[in-house]
C-alpha cells in the first residue's frame, strides 16, 4: 500500500498561487490512479482533481476546473496540484489519495491517505 506525504501548503493572498506535491512510496504508484481532496473544518471531505495512472486522464471538481491542474511523474513518484487563482473558499486541509483504479474517475475509491497539508488563503 502506498504511503504518501503531501507538502507545498500555506499561506496565500487571494488570486496568488500555490503548488502542492504528494510524494509516494510504494510500488504501485505507476499503476494507480492518484487523487486530491480537501476538507475545510466543519465540512466533509470533497474531490478536487484526479489523474490516471499514465497521466493522459484528468477530472476536476467543478469549483476547481480551469484554476486548478493535477499532474504526475511517474519517475518521481510524485503528483502534483497547481493551484492558480485561489479564493479564500479554497481554504482547507488538502490530501492526496491512491486510487486502485488506474484509469480514474470524478468519484475515486481511495484506499490510501496522506496526512494532509493546509492551504489558507487570505482575503
Known amino acids: 500500500q502506498e504511503q504518501l506525504v503531501e507538502s507545498g501548503g500555506g499561506l496565500v493572498q487571494a488570486g496568488g498561487s500555490l503548488r502542492l506535491s504528494c510524494a509516494a512510496s510504494g510500488r504501485t504508484f505507476n499503476s494507480y490512479a492518484m487523487a486530491w481532496f480537501r476538507q475545510a473544518p466543519g465540512k466533509e471531505r470533497e474531490f478536487v482533481a484526479d489523474i490516471s495512472w499514465s497521466g493522459g486522464t484528468t477530472y476536476y471538481s467543478d469549483s476547481v476546473q480551469g484554476r486548478f491542474t493535477i499532474s504526475r511523474d511517474n519517475a518521481k513518484n510524485t503528483v502534483y496540484l497547481q493551484m492558480n487563482s485561489l479564493k479564500p473558499e479554497d481554504s482547507a486541509v488538502y490530501y492526496c489519495?491512491?486510487?486502485?483504479?488506474?484509469?480514474?474517475?470524478?468519484?475515486?475509491?481511495?484506499?490510501?491517505w496522506g496526512k494532509g497539508t493546509q492551504v489558507t488563503v487570505a482575503r
Open positions: 489519495g491512491a486510487d486502485p483504479h488506474p484509469y480514474g474517475d470524478r468519484n475515486p475509491s481511495v484506499i490510501s
